[in-house]
């Protein structure tokens, strides 16, 4: 249920709003836009409750919110929200883009991409310590130890770092590493471990699960928003579908749904959502066009020699950097921006 106040209420009237409410056992979460005012209530509400809200000064409306998911609900959060890590800022109109390595390997390599992510002009470093691979003996990660080389690289370089996380027990040591944790496709409905995000200090950037619903990817973000957690990003990464030609197929429409139904930002991975190096450019383009808020793309120095095996849908440097200066250009056309920043990369001469 939500509680719209006009904005014409003063401070303190609002204030008496929100005690009223928790006097009755329920949370308030406050939202103010440029109209309106609304104030969001978690837990259940009864008539007689409802009804003295109605009656409250200041109150303009109360509606019931019939969707599953309440605090992930436009109905609920009016106004966009906007994740401040640093001078980043992820939601905020400007195109925010994670570049690396699917997986950190060597100190050497985290070091050389992060220097070329900079270089090129993004704001985020990624790359798995922890990697949940398919098959039991593929490539694992290296661990806590990916986990250090990267927060060096990062730091080095002057970029935030996002890293995936796979169980409850990690969280606290990845929180104390990466910037950003990353809740991947095959664990978007871990709840235990959505559960413990929730009590997390760190952003999250939930990917889509590759068979998951709209409903159920933001029923997953519920979890953590309830959990207390206010900064989660939502990733559209490729569904499974009946195609094999592509790794999976880029749901593009989910962009555009994700702005309607929800406030949290939005990201596109157009590396795993084709899973071919040569659809990455179009399909990150068209996410743009789409209305993303960010991308994470895979880049690396020696993608034929990749330890994972995804070398396939990584962009070479070369590759990587032209696609942002493109991007500068493109951003403005579909409503946001984008800056690279401008450094002298003998790498790209």
Request: charged share 25%; glycine share 10%; net charge negative.
């Amino acid at each position: 249920m939500i509680v719209v106040v006009s904005n014409r209420t003063s401070d303190e009237r609002i204030e008496e709003i929100i005690t009223f409410i928790e006097g009755k056992g329920l949370q308030a979460h406050l939202s103010r836009g440029t109209e309106q005012t609304v104030i969001g209530l978690v837990g259940g509400v009864d008539p007689k409750t409802a009804e003295q809200l109605r009656q409250m000064k200041g109150v303009e409306q109360v509606v019931k919110i019939t969707k599953s998911y309440k605090m992930a609900s436009r109905d609920f959060h009016p106004a966009d929200t906007v994740i401040e890590i640093g001078d980043v800022r992820i939601g905020g109109g400007e195109l925010v883009v994670m570049g690396g390595p699917c997986a950190v390997e060597s100190p050497e390599q985290i070091d050389e991409i992060a220097r070329l992510v900079k270089a090129a002009g993004g704001q985020v470093l990624r790359g798995g310590a922890f990697k949940p691979r398919t098959g039991p003996y593929s490539f694992q990660g290296i661990g806590v130890e990916g986990l250090e080389m990267m927060a060096e690289a990062g730091k080095k370089h002057g970029l935030l770092t996002i890293t995936e996380v796979m169980s409850p027990e990690y969280v606290d040591v990845c929180a104390q590493y990466a910037d950003i944790l990353q809740v991947g496709t095959r664990n978007m409905q871990n709840f235990d471990l959505l559960r413990k995000l929730g009590e997390c200090n760190r952003a999250v950037l939930l990917k889509r699960g590759f068979s998951a619903t709209y409903d159920e990817w933001l029923n997953a973000a519920e979890y953590i928003l309830a959990g207390g957690n206010p900064n989660v990003m939502l990733c559209e990464r490729g569904i499974r579908t009946f195609e094999s030609y592509t790794r999976n197929t880029l749901d593009l429409a989910a962009i555009p749904v994700m702005k309607q139904l929800t406030h949290l930002p939005i990201i596109s991975d157009p590396s795993h959502g084709t899973g071919r190096r040569e659809l990455v450019e179009p399909m990150t383009k068209a996410s743009v066009a789409a209305g993303a808020d960010g991308l994470i793309i895979e880049m690396h120095t020696d993608p034929d020699n990749s330890m994972t095996g995804d070398g396939v849908q990584s962009l070479f440097p070369d590759q990587f950097a032209r696609l942002l200066r493109e991007l500068e250009q493109l951003a403005p056309l579909c409503g946001t921006t984008f800056n690279t920043q401008k450094q002298e990369a003998a790498y790209f001469a």
